[in-house]
């Protein structure tokens, strides 16, 4: 069975800082593992996705995610909060055969002016 | 590529009523999934196609929701005598291979 955790339903930065979401998944096989963005009232967007080669893993609008294997992490991260980086984030796995992807509960990001 | 489309963006009901809602994956795409959100919690899986069969089905979707993938192109979920329960956002996605899903806007059902 396959679950993820985001650690802080709720984050807040102030513009300009380091931004640092959690994800820790449980996998019974090598995952792959994604991080989607969703603004209000609209669908998820890709940000980033790992599927077994490089470890650091860059995204869209300055974010990347490094998966530790020995942490079973995939934590998301972005050297300078924007304004625009307001919204929810939610981390998700699946397996190789992409049948299922189960996602986190999600971390709203707040970013203070 | 137009992406993935859901209709109708919006739905209310009275509790009873069936109701069904459209998508329509990205053109090439040979995987569809169903998602159900519901306020503060992530997407929830209902069940998936490869083309026009349904090969995945959670235990979330009860014998009155149904999902149908005529031709392997459009998809229509349908949730019959409908309950306050199922009031929540409802994301479709799809995909080409597993490895990566796009989503759609959702269709947003509201049950009184």
């Known amino acids: 069975a396959q679950s993820v955790t985001q650690l802080g339903s709720h984050v807040s930065v102030s513009e300009g800082a380091l931004v640092l979401l959690r994800c820790n998944y449980s996998?019974?096989?090598?995952?792959?593992l994604f991080w989607y963005v969703q603004y209000p009232n609209q669908g998820l967007q890709l940000l980033l996705k790992?599927?077994?080669?490089?470890?650091l893993v860059k995204g869209i609008n300055g974010f990347e995610a490094e998966f530790k294997k020995s942490e079973t992490s995939f934590h998301l991260t972005k050297p300078s909060a924007h304004m625009s980086d307001a919204a929810e984030y939610f981390c998700?796995?699946?397996?190789?055969?992409?049948?299922?992807?189960?996602f986190g509960t999600g971390t709203s990001l707040t970013v203070i002016p | 590529d137009t992406g993935v489309s859901q209709n109708p963006r919006h739905k209310i009901t009275k509790r009873g009523q069936n109701v069904t809602f459209r998508c329509d994956p990205i053109?090439?795409?040979?995987?569809l999934y169903w998602y159900r959100q519901t306020l503060g919690q992530g997407p929830e899986f209902l069940t998936y196609?490869?083309?026009?069969?349904?090969?995945?089905k959670s235990r979330l979707l009860s014998d009155r929701f149904s999902a149908e993938r005529p031709k392997g192109s459009f998809s229509t979920l349908e949730i019959q005598r409908t309950e306050q329960g199922d009031s929540a956002m409802y994301l479709c996605?799809?995909?080409?291979?597993?490895?990566?899903?796009?989503f759609g806007p959702g269709t947003r059902l509201l049950v009184l």
């Open positions: 790992y599927t077994s080669a490089a470890t």
């Open positions: 996605a799809s995909g080409l291979g597993g490895e990566t899903q796009y």
């Open positions: 053109s090439e795409h040979n995987r």
């Open positions: 196609f490869q083309n026009e069969a349904q090969l995945e």
């Open positions: 996998s019974s096989v090598p995952p792959y």
């Open positions: 998700a796995v699946s397996d190789a055969t992409g049948n299922q992807f189960y």
